[in-house]
């Protein structure tokens, strides 16, 4: 798969059980994720990275303070896999759900000949919707592995999910590299 990128969307302390934000069931998907990542050369874990004063509070519990434990990826995530890491909200007046908004992901994955992403992680309703719908913006075919992913709630999750299929997201499960 040397033109496919997985991209592990902030699979992080605090959205994870007794995080912070906790997204329900997130545990779940860490030993998925690790298999996966022997499938793909290229690797790379997006992170909520935010200043102690985020604009996101004003909505959510204060989550992923930069230098803290919470913003650290799971310890359940085999990072020694991980080629590159993109940290993201970094900037204390700008949310950013997606892992391609203010950061060098695009150009990152452009520069490696990338034409084909795939996600997983946390949440799905929030950022691997935002960072599927803007791997289409910059040009790039995006999967979502429906087993290796969790929402924040059933409801939204399921619109997200039809909101990405809709704007053009295919969708496949870990299974789909068991032959390969």
């Known amino acids: 798969m040397a033109k496919d990128a997985l ?13 912070a934000l ?20 290229l690797v790379i874990a997006t992170q909520d990275y935010h200043p102690p004063d985020h604009c ?6 204060p989550h992923c303070i930069a230098g803290t434990e919470g913003a650290e990826l799971h310890k359940g995530i085999m990072v020694d896999r991980i080629k590159h890491f993109v940290k993201k909200g970094t900037l204390e007046n700008k949310e950013a759900y997606s892992g391609f908004q ?10 490696r000949g990338v034409k084909t992403i795939y996600l997983c992680g946390l949440a799905t309703d929030y950022c691997v919707k935002a960072t ?4 289409l913006t910059e ?9 290796a992913i ?4 059933k409801e939204t999750g399921g619109a ?14 870990s299974d789909s590299w068991e032959t390969t």
Not at 160 to 173: C, P
């Open 7 to 19: 991209i592990i969307v902030d699979v992080q302390n605090d959205f994870c059980e007794g995080g």
């Open 22 to 41: 906790e997204v329900v069931g997130a545990a779940e998907i860490l030993a998925i994720i690790n298999r996966l990542m022997s499938k793909f050369e």
């Open 56 to 61: 996101s509070f004003d909505l959510w519990p």
């Open 102 to 111: 203010e950061t060098d992901l695009s150009s990152f994955l452009k520069s």
């Open 132 to 135: 599927a719908l803007d791997g």
């Open 139 to 147: 040009g790039f075919k995006v999967f979502v592995i429906l087993d």
């Open 150 to 153: 969790r929402a924040v709630s």
């Open 160 to 173: 997200a999910l039809k909101e990405m299929e809709d704007r053009g997201v295919e969708f496949v499960r």
